[in-house]
C-alpha cells in the first residue's frame, strides 16, 4: 500500500518510470504495475495448504499415541505411496501433533500447615573484586507460610545441596512432612515414571524424617512457589547491586530475605509470610539432636600431627583426634568443617585457595608437649654441618612442620646416605620454588633425576693411591677349568 501511493505520488509530480524505480529500489515493471492500478491493490487471502497426512490421520494418530518416532511412521506411509517430501511430512507432522496437544487446565495446589515445602536454586554469575564468580542460590519455601530460606554456595554437588536443607530445616527450627523437589541426578537416580531416589539423599530424608517426592520431569508449574520468588531476587537484589566478595553478597542477601522475601505482603496469601510462619512453625516435624552424618565419601583420618586432606590442602584439628577417623564436609565452598565420629563440630577452617597450602589453629595443639627435644637440635645441626648453603631450605621446613619436623629431618638425613650431594643440593633448590619440603617430594625429585641421567653400563670406583688400573676382563672358557667333573665309573656306557 505505502508503494503504490509513494509510486502515484511521483508519477502526479512528473517522474518517469525508470526514475521512480531508481529512487525507491524498484524494479521497472513493478513501477509500471502500479502505474496502471487506479485504486489501492488488495491483499488475496491465501488458500491453505492441504495436508498431505489428512488420508493417514487416523493411522498417524495411532501411531502417535503408542510413541512412534517420525522416521517409523514416514517409512510405513512410504510402503503406502505417500509421495510428499521429508520436509513436508514433518511439517504436517508437527501441525498434526499440536492439534492432538490440547492445553490442559492447572487446578492450583494449596498445603496445610507444616504439610510441604519446596526446594529448588538458581545459578548467577556476578563480579567480586574483579573475579568472575558463579554463586548457586538454594531456596527452601514452606508451601503454606511462603515462608523461605536462602542459601548461597560456590559449588551445586550433593555436599552443598544437603548442606542447604540442613541448614534450611534449622532455619525453619523443624521439618515439613513432604519435600517437593526436581529430578537433579544429586536427589534422584531416576526420574518418573520409574521413579528410584538416591541412596544418601535417602538417608538424609530418614534423618529428618520428611517423605521426598520429585515433580514429573518438564513440569515446571508443580514447585512454582519456589520458582517465582527466583524473579523476585534476580530483579531487584542481583540487577544493578556490586558486591564486593562472597561475604559481602551472603550478608546482604539475609537482608534482603528478612525484609523483601518474608517480610512483604503476598500476592496470593494476603499476608506477610512471616506472620503465617508462626501459625505454621508449630505443627513442623521436631529438628533430631545430631546434624546427618552419612556421607561415607567424606571421611578422613587424621594424620599423626592432627591434621586432615581437603583439596590437595591440610586442615588441623585438636590433638585428641590425632589418628583418628573423622568425617568433613565443605560449607557453601567457602568453609570446610569438620566432624568427630559422633557428629560433634570439632574445627572450622576457612578453605584455602591456593593447593597444597597448611592451615593451622594454635588452640588445636594447646598442652601437647612439642619438639623441643635435644634430638631434634641435634638433627638441625647435622643437617647444616652437611649442607651449610640450605639454611632457607631448613626454616621453611621447620615452618611447615612445625609439629613433626624430626620425622621429616631424619628421613631427608637418610637421603644424603643414598644420593650425591649434588642431587640433593638440586633437590632443595627445587623444593624452594615450589615451596613443598617433604620427604616424599624431595625423595621423587632425585628419583626422577636419576632416570633422566644417561646411562653409563659401568659404576666407576675410586682406586687407593699407589695402584694402577688392571684390565681384569677374562673370558668365559677361563672359568672352565676351575668347574670339577665327577670321574665316572669304570665299565658301561656312558653319556
Same mark, same amino acid.
Given at each position: ?25 524498484? $524494479? ?5 504495475? *502500479? ?117 548461597? $554456595? ?53 534423618? *529428618? ?14 514447585? !512454582? ?21 562472597? %561475604? ?18 503476598? !500476592? ?11 501459625? %505454621? ?14 556421607? !561415607? ?5 587424621? $594424620? ?26 565443605? @560449607? ?43 634430638? @631434634?637440635?641435634?638433627?638441625?645441626? @647435622? ?33 644424603? %646416605?643414598?644420593?650425591? $650431594? ?16 617433604? *620427604? ?43 668347574? %670339577? ?11
Amino acid at each position: 500500500m505505502n508503494e503504490w501511493h509513494t509510486i502515484r505520488t511521483l508519477k502526479a509530480n512528473g517522474l518517469g518510470i525508470k526514475t521512480i524505480a531508481r529512487q525507491l529500489g524498484l $524494479s521497472r515493471n513493478t513501477v509500471r504495475k *502500479y502505474f496502471e492500478l487506479d485504486r489501492p491493490p488488495q491483499r488475496l487471502p491465501s488458500v491453505p495448504e492441504e495436508n498431505s497426512l489428512a488420508p493417514f490421520a487416523d493411522e498417524v494418530t495411532y501411531k502417535l499415541a503408542q510413541h512412534f518416532l517420525g522416521n517409523r511412521i514416514l517409512k510405513d506411509l512410504r510402503a503406502k505411496g505417500y509421495p510428499t517430501p521429508r520436509r513436508t511430512f514433518y511439517r504436517h507432522l508437527a501441525e498434526l501433533k499440536s492439534q492432538l496437544a490440547q492445553p490442559q487446565a492447572i487446578a492450583r495446589f494449596e498445603t496445610l500447615p507444616g504439610q510441604q515445602a519446596q526446594f529448588d536454586w538458581a545459578v548467577y554469575t556476578l563480579q567480586f573484586d574483579k573475579l568472575i564468580t558463579r554463586v548457586y542460590v538454594h531456596s527452601l519455601i514452606l508451601g503454606f507460610s511462603r515462608y523461605q530460606y536462602f542459601y548461597a $554456595s560456590l559449588d551445586c554437588t550433593q555436599v552443598s545441596i544437603l548442606a542447604a536443607l540442613e541448614e534450611g530445616f534449622r532455619f525453619f527450627n523443624g521439618v515439613p512432612h513432604e519435600l517437593l523437589v526436581d529430578n537433579p541426578k544429586a536427589l534422584v537416580t531416576q526420574p518418573r515414571p520409574a521413579l528410584r531416589f538416591n541412596r544418601t539423599f535417602l538417608e538424609f530424608a530418614g534423618h *529428618y524424617g520428611f517423605q521426598p517426592v520429585a515433580c514429573w520431569p518438564a513440569r515446571a508449574q508443580t514447585k !512454582g512457589k519456589v520458582e517465582r520468588p527466583f524473579r523476585i531476587l534476580e530483579e531487584y537484589f542481583i540487577k544493578g547491586n556490586v558486591f564486593v566478595s562472597f %561475604e559481602d553478597f551472603v550478608q546482604r542477601l539475609a537482608q534482603f530475605l528478612v525484609v523483601e522475601i518474608n517480610g512483604r505482603l503476598h !500476592g496470593t496469601t494476603r499476608e506477610r509470610p512471616s506472620d503465617r510462619f508462626a501459625r %505454621e512453625q508449630m505443627v513442623l516435624i521436631p529438628l533430631p539432636e545430631r546434624r546427618f552424618v552419612g556421607i !561415607g565419601q567424606l571421611w578422613r583420618k587424621a $594424620s599423626g600431627d592432627s591434621l586432615v586432606c581437603y583439596d590437595y590442602s591440610r586442615y588441623s584439628v585438636p590433638h585428641e583426634y590425632a589418628y583418628k577417623p573423622v568425617w568433613i564436609r565443605s @560449607k557453601a565452598g567457602v568453609e570446610l568443617e569438620i566432624y568427630a565420629q559422633d557428629g560433634k563440630l570439632i574445627a572450622t577452617h576457612r578453605i584455602s585457595r591456593q593447593r597444597g597450602a597448611t592451615i593451622l589453629q594454635a588452640s588445636h595443639y594447646q598442652g601437647l608437649a612439642l619438639e623441643a627435644s635435644p634430638y @631434634k637440635q641435634i638433627l638441625m645441626r @647435622k643437617f647444616l654441618q652437611r649442607f651449610p648453603r640450605q639454611q632457607t631450605f631448613l626454616d621453611r621446613l621447620l615452618g611447615q612442620y612445625r609439629f613433626n619436623a624430626t620425622q621429616q629431618l631424619r628421613r631427608i638425613l637418610n637421603l644424603a %646416605e643414598e644420593y650425591s $650431594s649434588d642431587l640433593l643440593q638440586e633437590a632443595f633448590e627445587q623444593a624452594l620454588t615450589y615451596n613443598t619440603f617433604s *620427604y616424599q617430594f624431595l625423595k621423587g625429585l632425585l628419583q626422577a633425576r636419576i632416570k633422566s641421567l644417561p646411562a653409563t653400563g659401568a659404576v666407576s670406583m675410586p682406586l687407593p693411591a699407589g695402584l694402577e688400573p688392571v684390565d681384569i676382563r677374562r673370558g668365559l672358557q677361563g672359568y672352565q677349568t676351575l668347574l %670339577e667333573f665327577p670321574t665316572p665309573p669304570a665299565g658301561g656306557d656312558h653319556d
